[in-house]
């Protein structure tokens, strides 16, 4: 049995999450992977890792561009949707990414849209960039997307109700000095009664990354505040994206 506190296994292998959050957006997306190509440049035989791939939206707009992209997550059900997208370019693997995935294999790894610092101990994140750092080859590049704590505080929203498919999510939002939580309440005809699940993301700023990321031998290169890839601004910026290199 897993922990209670791994609230992320559960969440994540449902339905009503991917309907939350993933099934809109899809511009933004593709025009975000297509700054970041434009930025990094990389050759055409380029090996990349999608880490917490969920179902694969990233990855398989990094395939589409010739790439070979390796995904990967923790959630059966994603990785079943993702498998339908398999080619030559693009595979997928049910994987915790606190666990070694090979070592020296990949000139990129990917970690999107905040998919990160949900774990109970520090030792578990540091793992996950351990992890990171074994997998990317010598000089290899980390793109790191997560939410700017700062930010994130400051326009909090304390509740707020989204309709979907005819499915109500009644959303609080809170945090405290380490964390930032969300708890979801999902009503729906076809259930007997109201699921209920709730996030928890480490508040991590700048200052904690760079020594996360040199914990684990990654040094940061660049950071930007949004998908536009403008500069970080701790106070205006929605978003901390990092491109850190193998050292």
């Known amino acids: 049995m897993h922990p209670a506190a791994e609230w992320f296994r559960e969440w994540f292998d449902s339905p009503f999450y991917h309907k939350l959050y993933f099934e809109r957006n899809e511009e933004e997306a593709t025009a975000f992977i297509h700054r970041l190509l434009t930025l990094l440049r990389p050759p055409p035989a380029a090996l990349m890792l999608d880490v917490a791939c969920g179902r694969g939206r990233h990855a398989r707009i990094l395939a589409d561009q010739g790439y070979d992209v390796t995904g990967i997550d923790l959630a059966p059900s994603s990785i079943e949707y993702a498998s339908q997208f398999r080619n030559d370019h693009l595979d997928f693997y049910i994987h915790d990414m606190r666990q070694l ?144 290199e193998k050292k």
Not at 123 to 146: E, H, P, T
Not at 197 to 218: H, K, N, P, V
Request: charged share 25%; aromatic share 16%.
């Open 101 to 244: 995935f090979c070592t020296n294999c990949f000139d990129y790894v990917f970690n999107f849209f905040t998919s990160f610092g949900y774990f109970r101990t520090q030792r578990d994140n540091d793992r996950v960039i351990k992890m990171v750092s074994v997998a990317l080859k010598r000089q290899g590049v980390f793109i790191l997307d997560y939410l700017n704590e700062h930010y994130a505080q400051q326009h909090l929203i304390p509740r707020s109700e989204m309709l979907i498919d005819s499915v109500t999510y009644h959303i609080t939002r809170w945090t405290d000095a380490t964390h930032f939580y969300k708890q979801i309440v999902i009503e729906d005809q076809h259930l007997n009664k109201p699921l209920e699940y709730t996030e928890r993301i480490a508040r991590f700023s700048l200052r904690d990354f760079d020594g996360i990321l040199t914990r684990g031998g990654l040094a940061i290169r660049n950071v930007f505040g949004n998908y536009q890839l403008e500069p970080f601004d701790p106070d205006h910026s929605p978003r901390l994206i990092i491109v850190a």
